[in-house]
């Protein structure tokens, strides 16, 4: 696991986490610069997708890996802690594990999908392929590429930089994240003391998720924004802006 610190001369820390098959290069590009301005950054890779040997292990492991940077280098506390559709999973294991304390949950559009065994098996079993599948010709890449162009609004670049990730990470460690996210649980009504959840709910992904934000998490902060998933940090100016201006009220909101 990677662990990069910016702008340490800002006063507040916030934590970046990526999201599936990513590393926080691809996954917060867009706005890194935006936010290394403002805040003390914290941007990890796990392992699996820092360019290391290793293998992406399960969940909870990196977790306790988090955890202990966090208390080695932070006393054991963050201002802040940014999750990108499954880094949104850690910043909900921070939070519920209570081993370290983070006053600001910030969940990027998250989807919080959990299942059984057997369920979460079966979908590892076709979402991973499926994900190797996507650049596996020049044909599939320019289609995937089309895709994402029209439904996030990615400009060439960045769709690149995206459809990248399928392929340089390896299957198992993209098999392993997404199989342990499933199984790894999130408590119903999570409520720490001086710790605020706060979401950018995505409407286009629809109502559902909306009421797993209310249902795992005591009064959360909720923000509605007209676009898809992750679309604030591949699609542009437009959608990221309003996000970012959010974000930093979320900062200011007294725990």
């Not at 970046?16 to 003390?40: A, I, M």
């Not at 992406?56 to 963050?78: A, Q």
């Not at 990248?164 to 392993?176: D, H, R, T, Y």
């Not at 509605?224 to 998933?229: G, L, P, Y």
Request: hydrophobic share 35%; charged share 30%.
């Amino acid at each position: 696991m990677t662990f990069e610190e910016f702008g340490t001369d800002n006063e507040k820390t916030m934590m970046l986490l990526p999201g599936t098959c990513c590393d926080w290069q691809t996954n917060f590009g867009n706005v890194f610069t935006r936010l290394s301005e403002k805040y003390h950054l914290i941007c990890v890779n796990y392992d699996g997708f820092d360019g290391g040997e290793e293998v992406f292990p399960d969940m909870i492991t990196v977790t306790e890996k988090i955890e202990k940077y966090i208390i080695d280098n932070h006393g054991g506390r963050l201002d802040a802690a940014l999750g990108s559709s499954l880094g949104s999973s850690f910043v909900g294991q921070l939070i519920q594990r209570k081993k370290i304390h983070i006053d600001h949950g910030i969940f990027g559009s998250p989807d919080l999908d959990q299942s059984g065994k057997v369920s979460a098996k079966l979908q590892s079993m076709l979402v991973v392929p499926l994900l190797a599948s996507f650049t596996k010709n020049e044909k599939k890449r320019n289609k995937t590429k089309n895709l994402l162009k029209k439904t996030f609004l990615m400009d060439d670049e960045v769709a690149e930089k995206f459809m990248a990730c399928f392929s340089k990470f390896s299957p198992e460690s993209i098999k392993n994240e997404y199989y342990t996210d499933l199984l790894t649980h999130l408590e119903d009504d999570i409520n720490v003391e001086h710790t605020k959840a706060h979401f950018i709910y995505a409407n286009k992904m629809g109502e559902k998720y909306l009421e797993r934000y209310k249902k795992y998490f005591h009064d959360p902060d909720i923000r509605e924004f007209d676009m898809q998933h992750e679309q604030w940090l591949f699609g542009g100016e437009e959608y990221a802006e309003p996000v970012l201006k959010a974000i930093d009220e979320f900062m200011e909101t007294p725990v």
